[in-house]
């Protein structure tokens, strides 16, 4: 359904996603092989032109690839100096900005997607913030997009490290 990228980890990788087994892809590759890799794939109820909270899972691993790279968020000048990255779909490159990350519980609130803009979602989108492990004073608003990207901590099962960014720009591809 994509490409996502994020300079200054090994993220450069094609997101993927499938209605009928939503965990596919946690151990197959794009091209539908067996991979214990797996590949960056999204959550079955999202759609990347329209859901308000788009999930991402990867595996992390601990070579760094796949997902395993978004712990260097971790470290706040590691956020710093990589806060922007772009997810491409066949129409559209989306421009998102890194607001917060947490260990999340899984299951939990930052996985739920069809919020209408309002109250509600402002609501969930200030627990992100609020719940950051670093406080990067981006507040985004009820309107905007929000993009998580979630992967195992190597710590505690009943959680996933969740990283969480909005939606700051789109541009159209053009189709030659």
Same mark, same amino acid.
């Given at each position: 359904?994509?490409?996502?990228? /994020? ?10 996603q499938?209605? +009928?087994?939503?965990d596919?892809? #946690?151990?197959?590759a794009?091209? !539908?092989s ?9 959550? =079955?109820?999202? +759609?990347?032109d329209?859901? +308000?909270?788009?999930? #991402? ?6 070579n ?9 968020? !971790? ?18 490159a ?11 519980v ?5 996985? !739920?997607?069809?919020?209408?803009p ?6 969930? /989108?200030?627990?992100m ?5 670093f406080?990067?004073? /981006?507040r985004?608003?009820s309107?905007? !997009?929000? #993009?998580?990207l979630?992967?195992?901590t ?19 591809i053009? =189709?030659?």
């Amino acid at each position: 359904i994509g490409w996502i990228s /994020i300079p200054g980890t090994r993220i450069d990788y094609p997101v993927m996603q499938t209605k +009928d087994d939503p965990d596919f892809y #946690l151990k197959h590759a794009f091209d !539908k092989s067996y991979s214990n890799y797996g590949v960056p794939y999204a959550a =079955e109820n999202c +759609d990347a032109d329209i859901s +308000d909270n788009m999930v #991402l899972y990867g595996h992390h691993m601990n070579n760094g690839s796949m997902f395993g790279s978004l712990n260097k968020y !971790k470290d706040e000048g590691f956020w710093k100096k990589n806060q922007y990255f772009t997810v491409y779909t066949e129409s559209t490159a989306y421009r998102y900005q890194i607001f917060s990350y947490e260990d999340a519980v899984v299951g939990g609130n930052v996985y !739920k997607v069809g919020y209408q803009p309002g109250e509600e979602y402002q609501t969930f /989108i200030d627990e992100m913030v609020k719940n950051s492990d670093f406080d990067t004073g /981006i507040r985004p608003k009820s309107r905007n !997009k929000i #993009l998580t990207l979630s992967t195992c901590t190597d710590h505690d099962s009943s959680k996933r490290f969740a990283v969480h960014a909005v939606c700051i720009d789109t541009q159209k591809i053009s =189709e030659e």
